[in-house]
């Protein structure tokens, strides 16, 4: 679990962390097309096994989400994590910040990652305080997040899942996409953003 020292540090200096800085004229078609070339690069990548480009773009539809560029739905800063599981639920989870004001969407299909997914059957909305996007910004930075790298190309299988989070800050982009991680700390940030939700997942869920 992460530690509990890092959820109760000053609120005050969490909230002065600015975006990462990024290079001036970047625009809205910029960042969209990244986050695109992102998504199909990696999937590309992977030295054998399926192209999950197409298989992660049917998802997001699926959840009827959009790229996670500079939209109003995104916010200025965004997060953004699928949890697909072959034998359970798609899982999508997005953490956005208006301007000041905080909130969290929750969604889930009714079928199974690894087989057809489905409709989108839940899809609910929470107002998160300063405090707790202070304790997000938190668990990133513990993570070690943007500094991750997109894709690990040594380690994919079957019967697992695919742990994907984005964050966008402005115009800075970053994805890591992790086949059934072990006891990381990036495994451990995605289990306490799902926290945030008030939905639980028994242990035998969690792969």
Same mark, same amino acid.
């Given at each position: 679990m992460i530690?509990?020292?890092?959820l109760?540090?000053?609120?005050?200096i969490l909230?002065s962390?600015?975006?990462?800085?990024?290079?001036?004229?970047?625009?809205?078609e910029m960042?969209?097309e990244m986050?695109?070339?992102c998504?199909?690069?990696?999937? /590309? @990548?992977?030295?054998?096994?399926?192209? !999950?480009?197409?298989?992660?773009n049917?998802? =997001?539809? &699926?959840?009827?989400?959009?790229?996670?560029?500079l939209?109003?739905?995104c916010?200025?800063?965004c997060?953004r994590?699928l949890w697909?599981?072959t034998?359970?639920?798609p899982v999508?989870?997005?953490?956005s910040?208006?301007?000041?004001?905080?909130?969290?969407?929750?969604?889930?299909?009714?079928? /199974? @990652?690894?087989?057809?997914?489905g409709? !989108?059957?839940?899809?609910?909305?929470i107002? =998160?305080? &300063?405090?707790?996007?202070?304790e997000?910004?938190?668990i990133l930075?513990?993570?070690?997040?943007?500094?991750l790298e997109p894709?690990?190309?040594l380690?994919?299988?079957?019967d697992?899942?695919?742990?994907v989070?984005?964050?966008?800050?402005d115009t800075?982009?970053h994805?890591v996409?992790?086949?059934s991680?072990?006891?990381?700390a990036?495994?451990e940030?995605?289990i306490?953003?799902?926290?945030y939700s008030?939905?639980?997942?028994?242990?035998?869920?969690?792969?």
């Amino acid at each position: 679990m992460i530690r509990r020292s890092l959820l109760t540090l000053s609120v005050a200096i969490l909230l002065s962390i600015s975006c990462v800085a990024v290079a001036q004229g970047v625009t809205k078609e910029m960042i969209d097309e990244m986050s695109h070339d992102c998504w199909s690069r990696g999937s /590309q @990548s992977l030295p054998s096994g399926p192209d !999950l480009t197409e298989y992660y773009n049917t998802c =997001l539809q &699926a959840f009827e989400e959009q790229p996670l560029g500079l939209t109003a739905e995104c916010g200025r800063e965004c997060y953004r994590f699928l949890w697909l599981r072959t034998f359970n639920r798609p899982v999508l989870l997005r953490l956005s910040n208006y301007d000041g004001s905080y909130c969290l969407s929750y969604k889930e299909l009714e079928g /199974q @990652s690894g087989y057809q997914i489905g409709a !989108l059957v839940v899809n609910k909305e929470i107002q =998160l305080d &300063a405090k707790q996007w202070a304790e997000i910004k938190a668990i990133l930075t513990y993570a070690d997040f943007y500094t991750l790298e997109p894709y690990d190309l040594l380690w994919f299988g079957f019967d697992g899942a695919y742990w994907v989070l984005e964050g966008r800050c402005d115009t800075h982009y970053h994805l890591v996409d992790r086949w059934s991680p072990g006891p990381t700390a990036y495994r451990e940030a995605c289990i306490q953003l799902l926290r945030y939700s008030g939905v639980t997942f028994g242990q035998r869920e969690i792969y």
